[in-house]
């Protein structure tokens, strides 16, 4: 199936810096999401992302449908203790496919 | 905001037994998911379902899993004779159409001794 290359896969920071996370792919995508899962949670989601090229920011988050359509970034800005958490990058390679997800970025985020 | 709900949160269940863990999707929605996260590991596709149907399954969900809408509102998944291997959370999602974002239950923790 699918496979989604997410980096880094963890990251310890120190509260007020900001951070970048990507997210690869070997087809084009349609559709790249970013989502952060709290410890016994289910996946939230922050952004979506339907067209290349496509700049999107919620809050402190941002983040882009690359160009190529096989990559998406997301920053956070200004990080505060409750970014910590889990996030993933999922996608869909065409309109009749399920979401396929990344392995995640653990973020820790040190006050 | 409308949430995906899903019951119990926690499932513990002897190998071999059946199970069945349940959601309430997202009133107006159209397609259903389940997915499983394995402890520690990535969010994994299950099955999709639409128009009363799966729509999609992936080779995790073999002859063991089945789905059904029983009503207008709940959405289950039945796994009909548990491995010490199916221990993982469960998530029930859904969605407008696949190319949206899907909205995501809280889990269900199942554990299997």
């Known amino acids: 199936g699918q496979q989604l290359n997410q980096s880094p896969q963890s990251m310890f920071i120190q509260e007020g810096e900001d951070v970048s996370m990507n997210c690869t792919s070997s087809?084009?995508?349609?559709?790249w999401l970013w989502y952060k899962q709290d410890p016994g949670e289910g996946p939230v989601l922050l952004i979506a992302l339907y067209k290349a090229g496509e700049l999107t920011s919620n809050g402190r988050l941002t983040a882009q449908f690359g160009i190529t359509r096989k990559d998406s970034f997301l920053n956070i800005s200004a990080s505060i203790p409750s970014d910590v958490g889990i996030y993933f990058c999922a996608g869909t390679y065409s309109g009749n496919t399920p979401l396929v997800f990344g392995k995640g970025t653990r973020l820790s985020v040190i006050a | 905001e409308p949430e995906v709900t899903q019951t119990p949160s926690h499932q513990v269940t002897q190998m071999g037994q059946e199970v069945i863990l349940r959601c309430v999707p997202i009133?107006?929605?159209?397609?259903f998911y389940w997915y499983r996260q394995i402890l520690g590991q990535k969010v994994e596709f299950l099955v999709s379902f639409y128009n009363n149907e799966i729509s999609e399954k992936s080779e995790i969900f073999d002859d063991q899993f089945s789905v059904e809408r029983p009503d207008g509102s709940n959405f289950t998944l039945k796994i009909r004779s548990t491995k010490l291997e199916d221990s993982a959370m469960y998530f029930c999602?859904?969605?407008?159409?696949?190319?949206?974002?899907?909205?995501f239950g809280s889990g269900t923790r199942l554990t299997v001794v």
């Open positions: 999602a859904s969605s407008e159409g696949q190319q949206y974002g899907y909205t």
């Open positions: 009133s107006n929605h159209l397609y």
């Open positions: 087809s084009i995508f349609n559709t």
